[in-house]
């Protein structure tokens, strides 16, 4: 699929964008790759408060369980429920319709989130 350069990465594999003075969080393709076959999607409540770099939800496949990390701080403002019951749409399109969550993040930095171009690199390295 890609990495789309308009997006930046953290080593967790989430991806954010800044739309509107929200952060628009997801996981990435490698991620769900790496997951293979999701069985179970937990996000956090509207209103809950997240911290950079901490698990705020959880993905579940049928051999493991994996912490959702915000990659900035903020609030959660919107949540994409229907992520939670369609996973085949979150397999399809990770970057557009699989957003996770949205978050009130006034002033959120994503500079020292990794660009697209060292994201690839990133997993590159973490292939082999």
């Not at 929200?22 to 997240?50: M, Q, S, W, Y």
């Not at 698990?55 to 579940?60: A, D, L, N, S, Y």
Request: aromatic share 8%; net charge negative.
């Amino acid at each position: 699929m890609g990495v789309p350069a308009d997006l930046r990465y953290t080593k967790s594999h989430e991806w954010a964008r800044l739309e509107g003075g929200k952060v628009v969080v997801g996981i990435t393709d490698f991620a769900v790759a790496a997951i293979k076959e999701i069985v179970f999607l937990e996000l956090p409540p509207l209103g809950r408060a997240v911290e950079a770099a901490k698990p705020f939800g959880v993905i579940e496949s049928v051999k493991a369980v994996f912490d959702l990390k915000a990659p900035v701080s903020g609030k959660v403002a919107e949540v994409n429920a229907k992520m939670a019951e369609d996973f085949e749409a979150l397999a399809r399109d990770p970057f557009v319709q699989g957003w996770l969550v949205k978050l009130e993040a006034p002033g959120a930095d994503l500079s020292g989130l990794m660009d697209a171009a060292a994201y690839e690199k990133f997993c590159a390295e973490e292939h082999h």
